[in-house]
């Protein structure tokens, strides 16, 4: 089974990229009650921006991988005021950048699930827990399930959130 964990909530910074967000520490209780979600013994990966990896440091005592290909949708440092509507547009054209800076959707979908095929080959069998960013494993999902992307579970996606894929 692959579970693909949702960062916790971060402290946001307007001007700065939120690749380089960290975790908040008022949001730790949140990130601790997904422990008993996730299976023991399961291979561990994490997005290298730092909210992801703290999120991963808080949720195993175990090895994190640290996989550059599972960073989130690149959006660079640019405060997008209706970032839902924003993101949405991404899903409706994933082909276009769906603000300047940003990368298509597209881009994201291939990269996340080439780093995500060579986890899951390397773990033939096994759980894998996956720590990362919800626009990532939107489409990620949908790409490993041949369904379109599941934009109501986008929405509904808390932080720190966890879903599953039957893989």
Excluded: N
């Amino acid at each position: 089974m692959l579970f693909l964990v949702r960062h916790g909530r971060p402290v946001q910074v307007p001007g700065v990229a939120a690749e380089h967000w960290e975790l908040d520490p008022a949001g730790f209780d949140d990130v601790w009650a997904l422990r008993d979600r996730l299976p023991a013994g399961a291979a561990w990966y994490s997005s290298p921006e730092p909210k992801a990896q703290q999120t991963a440091q808080l949720l195993t005592d175990g090895d994190v991988g640290v996989v550059d290909a599972l960073r989130e949708h690149r959006r660079g440092a640019a405060w997008v005021e209706d970032f839902a509507a924003t993101v949405e547009r991404a899903f409706a054209d994933p082909s276009v950048p769906a603000h300047d800076g940003w990368e298509a959707l597209d881009e994201c979908r291939a990269r996340v699930s080439r780093g995500v095929t060579g986890i899951l080959s390397a773990h033939a069998g096994e759980d894998v827990v996956l720590v990362g960013h919800g626009t990532a494993w939107t489409v990620l999902a949908s790409e490993l399930t041949g369904m379109p992307p599941d934009l109501d579970r986008w929405r509904a996606l808390g932080l720190p959130d966890v879903f599953t894929v039957d893989v």
